[in-house]
């Protein structure tokens, strides 16, 4: 079955920038989406299809995808972007949607 | 706007069976795909199930193993999810999703809490 692996923590200072990976062999020909969870939420689509935002994303979230990596890339961090976030694919070969574990922002 | 409502939650003991139900509105239900995913205690999102609009495709999880039947109703606005043989490892927060089988889930309910226990 499909895997997708992210760092289970990411740590990053009030204004700067963080990465976010999430790696599956060769990911780069799916197409990736990305959610943000806060604690007691429901996770909320924050990018799709790689790299576009739904209406209301602030165009500080942005994705990329590429060879056996996508990235989540959140620029001028704010402490309200403290969330966990997971990745998710759907997997052609076996008929089955697929989450990264997720990964657990931290806002210094 | 659009509202994901799950209800049928509860307490059940190992072996017994619970139905979930989703109800829609704010969009147009029958245009989009439905999907369940569960979150067990302190743990991420796992995939359960997907149903296409009209319903004449079905994908599960390997995990259930034939134990859950996904299901809709179109002309009710509402998604529902029967799970017989439960086990404690089936304890989790059940949220409905809409969106495309393949993704992205546009949608999400707030969930409704599953307790397998004796």
């Known amino acids: 079955s499909y895997v997708l692996t992210q760092p289970p923590s990411v740590s990053v200072a009030p204004g700067q920038t963080a990465r976010i990976t999430c790696g599956g062999n060769?990911?780069?020909?799916?197409?990736v989406h990305w959610y943000q969870q806060k604690p007691g939420q429901a996770p909320v689509l924050v990018v799709y299809?790689?790299?576009d935002r739904p209406s209301g994303i602030p165009e500080r979230f942005s994705g990329s995808d590429s060879g056996n990596t996508a990235t989540l890339t959140i620029s001028s961090v704010e402490a309200g972007d403290e969330a966990d976030y997971y990745c998710?694919?759907?997997?052609?070969?076996?008929?089955?949607?697929?989450f990264g574990g997720g990964t657990k922002l931290t806002v210094l | 706007e659009v509202q994901l409502v799950e209800s049928g939650g509860g307490l059940v003991k190992p072996g017994g069976s619970l139905r979930l139900s989703c109800a829609a509105s704010?969009?147009?239900?029958?245009?989009?795909?439905m999907n369940w995913v569960r979150q067990a205690p302190g743990k991420g999102l796992e995939w359960v199930s997907s149903i296409t609009t009209g319903g004449t495709l079905i994908y599960y999880a390997d995990s259930l193993k034939g134990r859950f039947t996904i299901s809709r109703d179109n002309a009710k606005n509402s998604l529902h999810l029967q799970m017989n043989s439960l086990r404690a490892e089936d304890t989790a927060i059940y949220y409905c999703?809409?969106?495309?089988?393949?993704?992205?889930?546009?949608?999400w309910g707030q969930g409704t809490l599953v307790t397998v226990s004796s």
């Open positions: 999703a809409g969106g495309a089988v393949a993704g992205p889930f546009d949608y």
């Open positions: 060769n990911i780069g020909s799916k197409s």
């Open positions: 998710q694919v759907w997997d052609s070969s076996s008929d089955h949607m697929v």
């Open positions: 704010g969009f147009t239900f029958s245009k989009y795909s």
């Open positions: 299809d790689d790299s």
